[in-house]
């Protein structure tokens, strides 16, 4: 088994992987604000 070295592995699918992950969070959250802000101003 070879040693492991801090630092060598390739992670740039793992950093997209993530980066579209962060994305979608924050356009779900956005769209959540947008339906309650809707949800507020139809109800008043």
């Given at each position: 088994?070879?040693?492991h070295?801090?630092g ?10 993530f980066?579209?992950?962060?994305k ?6 956005i ?10 101003l139809v109800?008043?």
């Amino acid at each position: 088994m070879s040693e492991h070295k801090h630092g060598e592995m390739d992670i740039s699918v793992q950093e997209k992987t993530f980066e579209g992950v962060i994305k979608m969070s924050q356009r779900a959250i956005i769209l959540i604000i947008c339906v309650l802000i809707f949800m507020a101003l139809v109800n008043a």
